[in-house]
């Protein structure tokens, strides 16, 4: 069982309550954005859900075990990526195997094969089985992005959570990261929420939608209720002409500057 | 031309503040003058009565510099001819097979002590510095190995030489120094993705903070390595081996034609050690790592040629 339990989770820092009383259920297999503006929560949300936070009050569950300290079936990606850039992609994959390893072994490599090939297949879940030697910080934003989520990968997990995964990349490259986590989590059956600030991803890409605004939840909703009105709620009265890609675009990844022109050209609202 | 009050004042007050730096400035001048009056009084520098020493001191200049004639061309080539006898008759440079001085020589030696004592303070250097970060060890318990590096400073490797392995102990305290401070600069960021995969504390420091820092920690190694074949030589003069002792062996003779030789010798093996490092780091820093040290060293005669012809 891994669904998730977010149950009356507060986040106190000082006097800055980051969280309030947060609470939804994620069943097993589903794949959820978060959503909201920066400083809603959305970090230390995900933060308190892999146990890289301790909640001032409230528990989260997975399954039926709540979470108090960072855990392996609990993948996370960031948003800096934050692989160890002087390794290579594939060294960087075998990290999620560490657990799974003694130190000594992980120091000189000596994982089992089923652990190295399982980093490699991850690089190719991710399109990057050809970069595989490849030094980390030659790579592309993108790129090492990916290679977090191979990371995560190998991890086994049955939870994923990233924490922004596009916020420092260019359109293009945040469609293909969504893409190879939408495709990852639904390959492997994982339970996954992914925060963001793009409405246009979050709709393209998302089932279920949970809003954060200063702290709280103010959405709950699957696709049909994601509407103006929610956007509204979550964003507050923003501009939001232009937000939204028209659907029924390719789930591809491929970047399509017509269609998001268009969607600019018509007011980008509920076509 | 007429100005407003406001301005003259400001005028005024410019002036006023720069005669206030210009006396300031000048009675700092006339400390430090007395300063270092008393500096040169308490080193008996005014008893020292140079001008008795002049002609002692200008006739140890001729034999230091055997190959200046005093007429001309100026120049003696047989003053060349003896610094060379010396070097080959001592093997300073060169020890052949199978010698006293085996391969390089008592330069060999020399160096042989300054990679040998960075070699055996490298692993204590890595343990110390690690345990010295406060990301490692909690803050009040961090000191402990902190302190012991900084005792360990506090000695200079010429006094260590009297009591207990000098450049190791020296590296010790010195590269541990570094490593720590080098650590505290690493990102938060791949720690937290190493706990995340459930990673235990030793895997945590490995990947999650060493792996941050290699190509400094080489670095630093090699400069640490520099500055020890510079105290191997100091040593060798209280009778560590090498061109220290050389060198004070011949002064001992008042055979000073043989001292510059040595001195000679000296500069190129510290030059040729710090031009050895100074590429690698430089490689380094430019995260060529892949093409590898024995790509480095093949190329390093070529480069010396490009950058000479430039």
Redesign the interface.
């Known amino acids: 069982m891994s669904s998730i339990t977010v149950d009356g989770l507060t986040k106190r820092f000082g006097e800055t309550v980051a969280l309030d009383d947060v609470s939804f259920e994620i069943p097993e297999g589903e794949f959820v954005i978060v959503l909201g503006v920066s400083g809603s929560g959305k970090s230390t949300l995900l933060r308190c859900m892999?146990g890289?936070e301790t909640p001032t009050e409230g528990e989260i569950r997975i399954g039926d075990t709540p979470v108090t300290e960072?855990?392996?079936n609990?993948?996370?990606i960031?948003q800096?990526?934050?692989?160890?850039?002087?390794?290579n992609a594939y060294s960087n994959a075998l990290?999620?195997?560490?657990?799974r390893n003694t130190?000594v072994d992980?120091?000189l490599q000596r994982q089992s094969e089923g652990d190295k090939l399982q980093a490699l297949d991850a690089l190719d879940t991710v399109g990057l089985l050809d970069e595989a030697q490849q030094?980390a910080?030659?790579m592309s934003g993108g790129q090492q992005q990916r290679v977090?989520i191979a990371?995560a990968l190998v991890?086994d997990p049955t939870v994923l959570l990233a924490d922004e995964p596009v916020a420092s990349l260019d359109p293009g490259s945040s469609q293909q990261v969504m893409g190879y986590l939408r495709t990852a989590a639904a390959e492997r059956g994982l339970t996954a929420a992914i925060s963001l600030h793009q409405v246009n991803l979050a709709r393209k890409f998302g089932e279920r939608f949970i809003g954060l605004r200063n702290g709280q939840k103010v959405f709950d909703g699957y696709r049909d209720e994601f509407d103006m009105d929610v956007i509204d709620q979550v964003y507050g009265d923003i501009d939001t002409e232009g937000m939204f890609a028209p659907d029924g675009e390719a789930n591809d990844g491929s970047v399509d500057d017509a269609g998001s022109k268009r969607a600019v050209d018509s007011g980008g609202m509920g076509q | 031309m007429s100005h407003d009050d406001t301005v003259r004042d400001r005028y005024k007050a410019i002036v006023l503040a720069r005669r206030v730096r210009a006396l300031v400035f000048g009675v700092g001048l006339v400390v430090l003058a007395v300063l270092f009056y008393y500096a040169l009084i308490s080193v008996g520098f005014f008893e020292a009565n140079i001008p008795t020493y002049l002609p002692n001191f200008l006739n140890a200049l001729r034999d230091f510099f055997p190959f200046l004639a005093p007429t001309f061309p100026f120049i003696d080539p047989t003053g060349v001819v003896a610094y060379w006898t010396f070097i080959t008759e001592q093997n300073l440079i060169w020890g052949g097979f199978g010698g006293d001085t085996p391969l390089l020589g008592e330069a060999g030696i020399t160096l042989a002590m300054g990679f040998a004592g960075t070699v055996m303070g490298f692993p204590l250097a890595l343990l110390f510095g690690v345990l010295g970060s406060g990301r490692v060890t909690p803050f009040p318990f961090n000191f402990i190995f902190r302190g012991l590096m900084s005792s360990i400073r506090a000695i200079p490797a010429l006094v260590w030489g009297l009591i207990y392995i000098p450049i190791a102990t020296d590296t010790v305290g010195n590269l541990g120094r570094l490593f720590t401070d080098e650590l505290e600069e690493i990102?938060d960021?791949?720690i937290?993705?190493?706990?995340?995969?459930?990673?235990?504390k030793?895997?945590l420091i490995?990947?999650?903070m060493l792996?941050?820092v290699?190509?400094p920690f080489i670095a630093w190694t090699l400069y640490i390595f520099e500055i020890n074949v510079r105290i191997a030589v100091s040593l060798g003069i209280i009778g560590g081996g090498g061109l220290g002792q050389v060198l004070s062996v011949q002064q001992g003779l008042f055979r000073f034609t043989n001292m510059m030789a040595t001195i000679l010798v000296i500069l190129v093996l510290i030059i040729s050690v710090e031009i050895v490092s100074q590429r690698i780091r430089s490689a380094l820093r430019e995260?060529d790592e892949?093409q590898g040290l024995v790509a480095l060293l093949l190329g390093f005669p070529q480069r010396m040629a490009e950058a000479a012809l430039k």
């Open positions: 892999n890289l960072p855990r392996p609990i993948a996370m960031f800096q990526h934050n692989i160890i850039e002087q390794m990290t999620g195997s560490l657990n130190f992980s120091l030094n910080q030659q977090g990371r991890q | 990102e960021g791949p937290e993705a190493m706990e995340t995969t459930g990673a235990n030793p895997q490995t990947f999650g792996s941050q290699t190509t995260g892949a």
